[in-house]
């Protein structure tokens, strides 16, 4: 299992970036999928998750700003993230479950694949 984010970069607040993770050696559509992010000196947080069938969810900081999506044909993770804060700024990374059909989660310990990150830095 193979993930590769892409397209962190730096963004003036109130800015848009789109985030895609890349997933190699099956379908997005068979696991659940999700990206959470990690600010220097603190704990990984969940921002977004869909599962395996399709649902997503997030967490509340990003209700209305941040959208999860998929390609199960290109077999990629994407999000995207209207509206940035300073408070944004972090490591994001794409993770995925081990179980089929799995429910989506906002929990980090639920992930057992993770992709090397990608960051987003917001300036106000």
């Known amino acids: 299992v193979q993930l590769v984010e892409s397209g962190g970069g730096s963004v003036q607040a109130g800015g848009s970036l789109r985030l895609s993770c890349a997933a190699s050696?099956?379908?997005?559509?068979?696991?659940?999928m999700g990206w959470v992010r990690q600010a220097p000196g603190e704990e990984r947080e969940g921002v977004a998750a869909i599962s395996a069938g399709g649902s997503p969810t997030y967490a509340d900081f990003v209700k209305g700003r941040f959208t999860i999506s998929r390609d199960n044909t290109m077999a990629t993770l994407y999000l995207q993230m209207n509206n940035l804060k300073p408070e944004d700024t972090a490591m994001y990374y794409c993770?995925?479950?081990?179980?089929?059909?799995?429910?989506?989660?906002?929990?980090?310990?639920?992930?057992?694949?993770w992709g090397q990150g990608t960051q987003v830095t917001v300036s106000s």
């Open positions: 050696g099956y379908s997005c559509s068979i696991f659940s």
């Open positions: 993770a995925r479950r081990t179980t089929f059909g799995s429910s989506a989660t906002l929990k980090p310990a639920d992930y057992k694949y």
